[in-house]
C-alpha cells in the first residue's frame, strides 16, 4: 500500500526566505504528483502536477522536482511572503486502472511565513 | 467558469442519523472524486464517480455510499452515524476518470455529536 509522508509536520520561516518542503513515497509506480496548498477550514489549490517522466515543474516563484526512484519529491519556493502561509500537501497518484486510490496523500506541512 | 460547489457548508448531525452531502462538479467535468479529512488520518480516498458509475472505491465501511446524476452532480451518504465520521468532506472534479488533475471544493463540515 503507498504511503506518503512529509517532513516536517510545521515549518515557521521569516518572510523573505527561501525554503524547501518534503515528501517522499513509499512505491515508485506512481503515474505523477501533485502538490497542494490549503487554507485553514477551506478546500485543496492545486499548485504544481509533475507527471511521472518528468523531472521538474515550475510556477512563478514555485518550483517541484520528482526523484522516482528514491520516492521523493521537493517543493521549493522562492522569496516567501506571508500570503504564502497554508499547509501543503503532496499527493502521488497510481497509474489508470492500477489499484483503488485516486490519490494518496502526505500528512501535509503546516508553512508559517513570519512578517 | 463556476468552480466546484458543495453543499452543505456546515451540518451538525447526531450519532447514528444519516446525512447527505452534495457536490456539483465544474461544468463539463464528469469525474467526480469525494475525500473524506480528518486530523488524525488525514486526507483520504473514498469514491469516484464517472458518468453516473462507481469507478473506484477507498477502504471505508459500506455506511458511506454515493451516486452521480446524469448532470454530473454527485451525492454521498452516511449512514448510522459514528463520532469518528466527524470531518471535513471534500469533493474534487475532472474532466475524465483518467485526468489527475483535479479541481476540489471548499467541504463540507460535519461534526456528529
Known amino acids: 500500500k503507498q504511503e506518503v509522508t512529509q517532513i516536517p509536520a510545521a515549518l515557521s520561516v521569516p518572510e523573505g526566505e527561501n525554503l524547501v518542503l518534503n515528501c517522499s513515497f513509499t512505491d515508485s509506480a506512481i503515474y505523477n504528483l501533485q502538490w497542494f496548498r490549503q487554507d485553514p477550514g477551506k478546500g485543496l489549490t492545486s499548485l504544481l502536477l509533475?507527471?511521472?517522466?518528468?523531472r521538474e515543474q515550475t510556477s512563478g516563484r514555485l518550483n517541484a522536482s520528482l526523484d522516482k526512484s528514491s520516492g521523493r519529491s521537493t517543493l521549493y519556493i522562492a522569496a516567501s511572503q506571508p500570503g504564502d502561509s497554508a499547509t501543503y500537501l503532496c499527493?502521488?497518484?497510481?497509474?489508470?486502472?492500477?489499484?483503488?486510490?485516486?490519490?494518496?496523500f502526505g500528512t501535509g506541512t503546516r508553512l508559517t511565513i513570519i512578517p | 467558469k463556476a468552480g466546484v460547489t458543495q453543499t452543505p457548508r456546515y451540518l451538525i448531525k447526531t450519532r447514528g442519523q444519516q446525512v447527505t452531502l452534495s457536490c456539483s462538479p465544474i461544468?463539463?467535468?464528469?469525474?467526480v472524486s469525494w475525500y473524506q479529512q480528518t486530523p488524525g488520518q488525514g486526507l483520504q480516498f473514498l469514491f469516484e464517480y464517472f458518468s453516473e458509475t462507481q469507478r473506484n472505491k477507498g477502504n471505508f465501511p459500506g455506511r458511506f455510499s454515493g451516486r452521480q446524476f446524469s448532470n454530473s452532480r454527485s451525492e454521498m451518504n452516511v449512514s448510522t452515524l459514528e463520532l469518528g465520521d466527524s470531518a471535513l468532506y471534500l469533493c474534487?472534479?475532472?474532466?475524465?476518470?483518467?485526468?489527475?488533475?483535479?479541481?476540489f471544493g471548499p467541504g463540507t463540515r460535519l461534526t456528529v455529536t
Open positions: 499527493a502521488v497518484s497510481a497509474p489508470p486502472n492500477f489499484g483503488n486510490e485516486k490519490l494518496t
Open positions: 461544468s463539463g467535468h464528469r469525474s
Open positions: 474534487a472534479s475532472s474532466r475524465t476518470s483518467d485526468s489527475y488533475e483535479q479541481y
Open positions: 509533475i507527471q511521472s517522466s518528468q
